[in-house]
């Protein structure tokens, strides 16, 4: 079954505390993005890789890291700098560049306790 | 900088009546140019795409676009709506040479029975 996955679907941030979303696809595509989405604001990118082991910023990279050791993976962490991390993330990957089409997760949303 | 525009927060339509959603870009050269949608606390699907050909493209769902170049429109279009088809949807654009995609605000498509 293909597609792609994140984990887990909810996730409590303690204040200071650094977290790690998981993003995985079985789809062979190279390219992986993160977006945050809020409640009237549409999706903002976070992070993009089109190839292992590089990636770039987004429009809101600040307070976010990631990481692209394989193909299939790319998690995002939110640290302690990003102050305002309450938000709906998803992760989406696409074959390629320009018109190739993104597939989404299902989502993973993030409370701040 | 590429923009999309949904002009509508929230689209309401009877049941059986035609819908349209309403999406205007702006972008240098070529756009490649997306519908998506979006259910509750999900991730998005992928609805159709425009990349070049056929100014009326085909979906899922029974959806369709009309690009409009001279207008830089890319309005959804479904002839007889239902109730499931209640969601949030966004439009979304590309340039020819771009790496990143640019989401609207997204429109809440309420149909009601």
């Known amino acids: 079954d293909g597609g792609i996955t994140q984990s887990p679907k909810y996730l409590f941030r303690k204040e200071g505390q650094n977290v790690t979303l998981s993003c995985e696809q079985n789809?062979?595509?190279?390219?992986m993005y993160w977006y945050r989405q809020d409640p009237g604001q549409g999706l903002r990118l976070i992070y993009y890789?089109?190839?292992?082991?590089?990636?770039q910023k987004g429009d809101i990279a600040e307070g976010y890291s990631v990481s692209r050791e394989k193909k299939e993976s790319f998690p995002l962490t939110v640290t302690s700098a990003q102050k305002n991390p309450t938000a709906f993330y998803l992760c989406?990957?696409?074959?390629?560049?320009?018109?190739?089409?993104?597939?989404f997760g299902p989502g993973t949303r993030l409370l701040v306790l | 900088a590429q923009s999309v525009a949904q002009p509508e927060d929230q689209v309401n339509v009877a049941e059986g009546n035609p819908l349209t959603v309403k999406c205007t870009y702006s972008v240098s050269g070529n756009p490649y140019l997306f519908w998506y949608v979006q259910y509750p606390n999900r991730g998005l699907q992928f609805l159709l795409k425009?990349?070049?050909?056929?100014?009326l493209v085909k979906g899922s769902y029974g959806f369709e676009a009309e690009f409009n170049k001279s207008q830089t429109s890319f309005h959804l279009k479904k002839p007889s709506a239902l109730v499931s088809d209640s969601a949030l949807y966004f439009c979304a654009v590309r340039d020819f040479s771009g790496d990143k995609l640019t989401f609207g605000t997204g429109t809440r498509l309420a149909v009601r029975p």
């Open positions: 890789s089109h190839i292992v082991n590089d990636f």
């Open positions: 789809l062979n595509h190279d390219a």
């Open positions: 989406a990957s696409s074959l390629g560049r320009a018109g190739e089409t993104q597939y």
């Open positions: 425009y990349i070049t050909g056929d100014n």
